[in-house]
C-alpha cells in the first residue's frame, strides 16, 4: 500500500489543488487514489463530490479539540484501516496538522506503516509569504520524527509570487538543510488560464477541466470561445508541465 499526505497548518496554500493533481496524474498511470480528507470545511468533497471522498471532518468540536487533541484520537484510527487497506491521498485542513501529527506520534502509527510494507509521500506546499513557510518548515522537521521511513517534498507554490526573496532567509537556510538530508523541493507553477478562477468557483476538478471543451467552457464561464479556447489550452499546457515535474515522483506499483 502506499499513501500520499498534503499537510501544512496554514490554509490557502493549495492542499487541495495540489492532491487533486496528484490524484490526476495517479490515475493517468494506472495507480488510483482513495481520497481522504480531514477538515471540518470538507473543501475536497466540494470539488469530487461526496461519494468520491472520505471525509473524516475532525472528530469533534473545534474549540474542544483545541483544549483535548485526544477527544478525536480513536476516530481519527479510521483513517489508519484506510491507509492499511487501500492506496489513499489525504487533505489535511488549515491548523489540522499539529493535531493529527500528535495522534499520529502517541499512536506509533510510523511504526506500524513501515512494519506493514506502507510507502508514505509527505507533500508540503509553501506560498511565498513568512507564514506558510515556517508552517511548512515545522510540518517537514515534525513529520522527520514520527515518520523517518516516509519522504517528505516541499512544494513552491507560485500562485502568490516568486520565492527569490526568500532565498537568502534564516527560513530558507533551515530548508537547505533539510535537503541535505534528504527533503525534496520542487515548484508548482501558477496557472495562466483565464478561467482558473471559474474553474475554481465551480469546483472542477483537473480530470472534469480537461473532458471539457471550449464551448463547455465558454458556456459554464460566461468567456467568449476565443478566450475559453485560450482557458483549455493553458490549463492543459500547465497540466502537462505538472506531469513533466512530478511523474518522476510518483510511487509505481511495484515500488
Sequence with gaps: MHTVWVMNGKGGVGKSVLLMALAWLYEAMGRPLRLVDVDDKSKLAEFVGASNVLSLHIGADAEALRADPS????????LAAEILEQDTAVDF??????????????????????????????YVPITADPVAVMAGIEVLEATTKIFPQSRRILVLNQVAGSFNAYESTPEFSRIAAMRSEGVLVVGLE????EAWIDFERLKLPPWRIMEMNAATVAQQTGLGILAAKRAVGDY????KQFQQVYAPLIAKQDD
Design 71 to 78: 477527544l478525536a484520537y480513536s476516530y481519527w484510527d479510521q
Design 93 to 122: 485542513g488549515a491548523n489540522m496538522d499539529r493535531h493529527i501529527l500528535e495522534w499520529a506520534s502517541k499512536s506509533e502509527l510510523g511504526e506500524l506503516l513501515t512494519d506493514s510494507g506502507v510507502s508514505m509521500d509527505i
Design 190 to 193: 501558477s496557472c495562466m488560464s
Design 236 to 239: 492543459a499546457s500547465w497540466l
